[in-house]
């Protein structure tokens, strides 16, 4: 920061607030701005990798930024938002591959599904080696009852939160955790601990859409109680036979996410 001139600049803390300040920038200033916001995007105490690439894509597009840089001015100054703009391009392409490749083992919807909210890298690799492993049902099993059992825990240092961990794919993957379907009341029970879209039900081809989701212990449950099968699909605990999907979504009780 020597020798520029910082006085009444903001605290910039994205790549579009720098963006915008230059847009009402003369061509003279716009160094010293872009200078001061690479100071405040690379010692955010929260991580702004994403937004350092941002300011790095401004400054080269900056013909105030090459003029200056050209001829070796303050060149040392931007190593550092330079090595962070390649790693953060590095680490995209990597979490895009193990994307592909979970979408390719279980196919788009089922990679949305599953890895769709996950932004870590780790927890993309648990979900890629559990791909590879095993199909999309088994899978879909395994996560539900691995997340179950983590919210039963009580544990210091094991997450309550109901959102996947990275912990509840490893645990699938490992074996670990049994894959076979899941009983009634593992069902009742995280939809209880969770909420109804606690359950995860993996979209199926015309060719499996025959059979539930959930089988035997949940029918045989309802049957016991005087139920039939259309009933026992009807009370959201798992998606019907081929053609009452959508019956089950219009009442609000099916699980499965938009």
């Known amino acids: 920061m020597e020798g520029a001139n910082t006085d009444g600049l903001p605290e910039f803390r994205t790549a579009a607030e720098v963006a915008e300040y230059l847009a009402d920038t003369s061509d003279e200033s716009r160094y010293d701005v872009l200078l001061w916001a690479a100071h405040c995007l690379l010692n955010q105490q929260i991580s702004a990798a994403n937004e350092v690439e941002g300011l790095w894509e ?7 930024w090459l003029e200056k840089t050209k001829t070796g001015y303050d060149v040392e100054a931007w190593d550092e938002v330079r090595q962070v703009a390649i790693d953060v391009k590095k680490r995209r392409h990597r979490t895009d591959e193990a994307r592909r490749k979970i979408a390719l083992c279980w196919g788009q919807e089922n990679a949305d599904l599953v890895a769709g909210q996950v932004q870590t890298y780790n927890t993309l690799c648990a979900i890629r080696k559990l791909a590879i492993r095993m199909d999309i049902m088994k899978a879909c099993h ?4 691995a997340r179950l059992h983590r919210l039963r825990r009580r544990a210091r240092g094991v997450s309550n939160r109901i959102e996947l961990q990275a912990s509840d794919f490893l645990q699938v993957a490992d074996g670990t955790i049994q894959t076979g379907e899941l009983r009634f009341d593992e069902i ?4 209880i601990r969770g909420g109804r879209n606690a359950l995860i039900v993996p979209y199926l081809s015309n060719a499996f859409q025959q059979r539930p989701f959930f089988l035997n212990d949940a029918q045989t449950e309802h049957k016991d109680k005087g139920l039939n099968q259309e009933e026992s699909m009807e009370d959201g ?9 959508d019956e089950s979504m219009e009442d609000g009780s099916d699980p499965v996410p938009p």
Not at 58 to 64: A, D, E, R, S, Y
Not at 188 to 191: G, P
Not at 237 to 245: D, I, K, L, N, V
């Open 188 to 191: 009742t029970e995280l939809q």
């Open 237 to 245: 605990f798992g998606p019907g036979p081929a053609g009452t999907q």
């Open 58 to 64: 401004l400054v080269l597009g900056n013909h105030t």
């Open 142 to 145: 395994g996560i539900n009852r």
